[in-house]
C-alpha cells in the first residue's frame, strides 16, 4: 500500500488524524525533505524510518521503491507542504504502483491553493491550477494563452520572483485585471491582500516579501 499523506502548509494542527494514524502504521516514509518531516513526526511522537524522496532522487529510488512495495511493506509520501503530488513530488510513483497493481491511497488534507482561491474573492465555480510559472522556455507562450482564459487562474510562486511575475501577468492579461496574492498561509504572519495586478506589483516591490505565496488571477471576460 501507498499512502499519499497530506503535510500542514503552517499550523501543524492542521494535520488530520487520519494522517497521524497512517504515518504510525506504515514501514517507512518517504519525506521531501527528511528535516523538515522530521519536525513534524518529532511533534507528533512518531518514530518511523525515513528515507529521502524528492525531485533530484525520485527517477533514482522509483523501482528500488517500487519492488518494496510488491514486497509487501507499506509506504507514505510526506512532502514538506501540502498534499504530495501538487507541485511536488508522488506522480511518477504512483503512476509505476498503478502499473504494478499496488494500490494507492491518497488522504485528503491540506493544499496551499485552496484557502488561496477560496478567500480571493474571485469566481471560483471554475478556476485552472497552473503551479509554477516557467521560468524560461515557454514562459511567454504560456502568458500569451492565458490571456484569453476565461476561468480564475491559480499559482504558486517565489517570493524572490513574485513581482516580476505581477508585472508580466499585468502586461499580457492587464494592469486591471483583479487579483489575489495569498502567502504564509495559516501561519502567524499571513497575508492576503487583493486588487488589480498593478497595483499588487506596486505594494510588493516597496516590502520585503517571505513565504509560501499563491497568486490569484481573475479570468478573461466571457
Same mark, same amino acid.
Given at each position: 500500500?501507498?499512502?499519499?499523506?497530506?503535510?500542514?502548509?503552517?499550523?501543524?494542527?492542521?494535520?488530520?488524524?487520519?494522517?497521524?494514524?497512517?504515518?504510525?502504521?506504515?514501514?517507512?516514509?518517504?519525506?521531501?525533505?527528511?528535516?523538515?518531516?522530521?519536525?513534524?513526526?518529532?511533534?507528533?511522537?512518531?518514530?518511523?524510518?525515513?528515507?529521502?524522496?524528492?525531485?533530484?532522487?525520485?527517477?533514482?529510488?522509483?523501482?528500488?521503491?517500487?519492488?518494496?512495495?510488491?514486497?509487501?511493506?507499506?509506504?507514505?509520501?510526506?512532502?514538506?507542504?501540502?498534499?504530495?503530488?501538487?507541485?511536488?513530488?508522488?506522480?511518477?510513483?504512483?503512476?509505476?504502483?498503478?502499473?504494478?497493481?499496488?494500490?494507492?491511497?491518497?488522504?485528503?488534507?491540506?493544499?496551499?491553493?485552496?484557502?488561496?482561491?477560496?478567500?480571493?474573492?474571485?469566481?471560483?465555480?471554475?478556476?485552472?491550477?497552473?503551479?509554477?510559472?516557467? @521560468?524560461?522556455?515557454?514562459?511567454?507562450?504560456?502568458?500569451?494563452?492565458?490571456?484569453?482564459? =476565461?476561468? /480564475?487562474? +491559480? %499559482?504558486? *510562486?517565489?517570493?524572490?520572483?513574485?513581482?516580476?511575475?505581477?508585472?508580466? @501577468?499585468?502586461?499580457?492579461?492587464?494592469?486591471?485585471?483583479?487579483?489575489?496574492?495569498?502567502? =504564509?498561509? /495559516?501561519? +502567524? %504572519?499571513? *497575508?492576503?491582500?487583493?486588487?488589480?495586478?498593478?497595483?499588487?506589483?506596486?505594494?510588493?516591490?516597496?516590502?520585503?516579501?517571505?513565504?509560501?505565496?499563491?497568486?490569484?488571477? =481573475?479570468?478573461?471576460?466571457?
Amino acid at each position: 500500500m501507498l499512502y499519499l499523506v497530506p503535510s500542514p502548509i503552517g499550523n501543524l494542527q492542521d494535520i488530520t488524524l487520519r494522517a497521524l494514524e497512517v504515518l504510525k502504521t506504515v514501514d517507512l516514509i518517504l519525506a521531501e525533505d527528511t528535516r523538515t518531516s522530521s519536525r513534524l513526526l518529532n511533534h507528533f511522537q512518531i518514530q518511523k524510518p525515513l528515507t529521502p524522496y524528492h525531485q533530484h532522487n525520485e527517477h533514482k529510488v522509483l523501482q528500488h521503491l517500487v519492488d518494496q512495495l510488491v514486497a509487501g511493506k507499506s509506504m507514505a509520501v510526506l512532502t514538506d507542504a501540502g498534499t504530495p503530488g501538487i507541485s511536488d513530488p508522488a506522480f511518477l510513483l504512483v503512476r509505476e504502483c498503478i502499473r504494478n497493481q499496488v494500490k494507492v491511497e491518497s488522504l485528503p488534507g491540506a493544499t496551499a491553493f485552496v484557502p488561496a482561491l477560496v478567500n480571493s474573492g474571485l469566481p471560483i465555480h471554475r478556476f485552472c491550477f497552473e503551479g509554477f510559472l516557467p @521560468l524560461k522556455k515557454g514562459r511567454q507562450t504560456l502568458f500569451k494563452k492565458l490571456a484569453a482564459e =476565461e476561468r /480564475t487562474m +491559480v %499559482f504558486y *510562486e517565489s517570493p524572490m520572483r513574485l513581482v516580476k511575475t505581477l508585472e508580466e @501577468l499585468a502586461v499580457w492579461l492587464g494592469a486591471d485585471r483583479q487579483a489575489s496574492v495569498s502567502r =504564509e498561509l /495559516t501561519k +502567524v %504572519f499571513e *497575508e492576503n491582500k487583493r486588487g488589480s495586478l498593478a497595483e499588487l506589483a506596486t505594494y510588493f516591490s516597496s516590502k520585503p516579501v517571505k513565504g509560501e505565496i499563491v497568486v490569484v488571477v =481573475e479570468g478573461a471576460p466571457a
